[in-house]
C-alpha cells in the first residue's frame, strides 16, 4: 500500500472507531430554566436558599442574582457525557490493533481488517 492508501485506511478506521465510541457514549441533555420558572420553584418553596458560605464562594460579586443565592441543582444541569470505559478500552485496543496491522500489511488485508472493525 503506498502512503495515500495507508491514510485513506486509517481515517476510515478512525470514522469507525468514532462512531462506535459515539454509540456507547450516554448524553444527558442540559435543562435550563427561565427566569419565571425559577420564580415559580421559589414560590412553591421547592428551592432551598443558599448558605453564606456557599455565597461567599461564587466567582461572581453581585450576590443579589436569583440563581446565586438559591439553589436550583435539582432542576438545572449541564450537559454531560457517561461511557462505559470498559466497552471504551476494548474498542480502543482493537482499533489501535486494526490500524496497527493496516500500517504494515497490504491492501487486500486492510481493506478486509477495516470491515472486521466495522461490525
Not at 60 to 79: A, G, K, L, P, Q
Not at 83 to 99: H, N, P
Amino acid at each position: 500500500m503506498n502512503q495515500a492508501q495507508r491514510a485513506h485506511a486509517t481515517n476510515r478506521l478512525t470514522e469507525i472507531f468514532m462512531k462506535k465510541i459515539k454509540e456507547i457514549t450516554k448524553v444527558t441533555e442540559a435543562q435550563q430554566l427561565t427566569t419565571n420558572d425559577r420564580l415559580g420553584l421559589i414560590r412553591k418553596g421547592k428551592v432551598r436558599l443558599k448558605t453564606e458560605e456557599e455565597i461567599a464562594r461564587l466567582w461572581s460579586h453581585r450576590r443579589d442574582e436569583i440563581h446565586n443565592v438559591f439553589d436550583f441543582s435539582e432542576y438545572e444541569w449541564e450537559e454531560s457525557h457517561t461511557i462505559d470505559k470498559r466497552k471504551e478500552a476494548a474498542i480502543k485496543k482493537k482499533y489501535q490493533e486494526t490500524v496497527d496491522k493496516v500500517m504494515l500489511g497490504d491492501s487486500q488485508e486492510a481493506l478486509a481488517l477495516i470491515k472486521e472493525f466495522e461490525k
